[in-house]
């Protein structure tokens, strides 16, 4: 089975708080790709990273941080010092190898909340 | 940086109506999709299509019919709107790594 659980439905924290939200995937390909994009309140769907299953390089890029861990099937989501404009919704998402035309397994999202 | 744009940002329709949602990308894609996205149910794939002229249905497609007649354009069509249509559209394109780019986004309303 294909599938994406992102099982925090929505996190609130307080800003400059660091923040992990949690995504862990099943699949039975050996190759596949991973993804993490936000949904801002205003709508729009942008694209924040992809990582390949044969990559396991933490990656950084400013405050935002992702663990990719194989062995635990999970590609997790760090905020630095959150700040309210990350408030948004984050979705994380598997495009498996044996799909063709790159369709996209989505997990339910995580609403994240900011105070300041 | 690619643009992906929804012909509409808000819609009103009556039950019954044939409802026309256009989506077009600048950036030459072959594959586009088209999402639903429902509060507690997350994005559901309606229909994509790989190529002109070509689709193929994704996990809802009751209800809706898709067009490509170019490689920029890809519909997608409620044939009789009904209520339970009323959601927020997305259209995306995808790039050659994979990466969906999305548009804003079509909140319908079925009254």
């Known amino acids: 089975a294909q599938k994406v659980t992102q099982a925090q439905t929505e996190i609130s924290v307080v800003e400059k708080e660091d923040v992990t939200l949690d995504c862990v995937y099943e699949?039975?390909?050996?190759?596949?790709?991973l993804f993490w994009y936000k949904q801002p309140p205003s709508g729009e769907l942008v694209f924040l990273i992809r990582?390949?299953?044969?990559d396991e390089q933490n990656e950084i890029s400013g405050r935002y941080s992702w663990n990719f861990q194989k062995s635990t099937s999970s590609f997790n989501f760090t905020i630095t010092a959150s700040q309210v404009v990350d408030s948004a919704v984050y979705f994380c998402?598997?495009?498996?190898?044996?799909?063709?035309?790159?369709?996209?397994?989505w997990g339910a999202g995580t609403k994240l909340i900011i105070k300041p | 940086d690619v643009k992906v744009t929804q012909s509409s940002r808000y819609l009103v329709k009556r039950t019954g109506e044939k409802v026309f949602l256009e989506c077009v990308q600048d950036?030459?894609?072959?594959?586009m999709f088209w999402y639903r996205q429902d509060p507690g149910l997350g994005l559901r794939l309606i229909y994509f299509?790989?190529?002109?002229?070509?689709?193929e249905k994704g996990d809802i497609p009751e209800g809706y019919s898709v067009s490509r007649e170019k490689k920029e354009r890809f519909s997608l069509i409620l044939e009789s709107a009904s209520t339970n249509q009323t959601s927020m559209y997305l259209c995306?394109?995808?790039?050659?790594?994979?990466?969906?780019?999305f548009g804003q986004g079509t909140r319908l309303t079925v009254v």
């Open positions: 995306a394109s995808i790039g050659q790594g994979g990466e969906a780019f």
């Open positions: 950036m030459d894609h072959e594959n």
């Open positions: 299509s790989y190529d002109v002229k070509m689709k």
């Open positions: 699949t039975r390909d050996t190759t596949y790709y």
């Open positions: 990582r390949n299953s044969f």
């Open positions: 998402a598997l495009s498996p190898g044996g799909y063709s035309n790159y369709q996209l397994i």
